[in-house]
């Protein structure tokens, strides 16, 4: 595909030459990473080795630790290496899934197997989209724990906050608040070795990219989300499905929301009065 005016070139062709690459990646999930993530959910949790390990910590796990030299200007690693270079500036967490199988355990040596399993290219309302599917295959001395899915997308610069907002969310039968501020995207940025600069730079998130503050990540809205399921259930669910539909800041607080479906929950995130911003749904 070729660019118009300001976006560049995209060889899709080249790109998917991607398709099929790996990538493994091991590190010791250590009782003091797991104080970490629990202090920054305020949770409360075992510590002990052998001890059942906090859902969804292995985001936080075998994250690449790429040299400042060799970052981005939005603080992201370069283009290259394991994702294809996609040439388009904005790169954004889209979705994903995971399947849980088993718990992780603390101390345990845990191993990410990554591929890539899909290059696309779309056109978006301004301009193209080049989404990345990568999966994660999550285990440790017994085994596969955690199988994900990661949905990537890759866009131009646009016009932050031009397209019409949708309608307001609708409040769910299960409500829970949280604070936006900027010490829980920090930690959580900590947490995860994530350089991006729109979760705790408001200079660049408002004056480079445009948007009126820190962007909430996404994961970290799957992680809440994935947590108040279990919390509601009373257990983790085997299946946990969730997509970005718009972005959260941290000018207003948001809520955690869920819905009784046949076959399990339907979760959301939104603040006050805005529309809904990730959407997921769990199954046990």
Known sequence: MTGTGTHPQIDIGALRGWIGRTETRSELLTPALAERFNATFARRGPLDEGAEAPLLIHLCLTQPAVPADELGPDGHPARGGFLPPVPLPRRMWAGGAFAFHRPLRIGAEVTRLSTIRDVVLKQGRTGP????????????ADGPAVTERQDIVYRGLGAAGSKAEPAAAAP??????IRADPVLLFRYSALTFNGHRIHYDQPYVTQEEGYPGLIVHGPMQATLLAQYAADLRGAVPSEFRFRSLSPLFDTADFSLNARDTADGLMLWTARPGGPIAMEASARW
Not at 129 to 140: G, M, Y
């Open 172 to 177: 769910g039968e299960h409500s829970k608040g």
């Open 129 to 140: 989209l080049c989404f990345v599917t990568v999966e994660h295959e999550i285990s440790d």
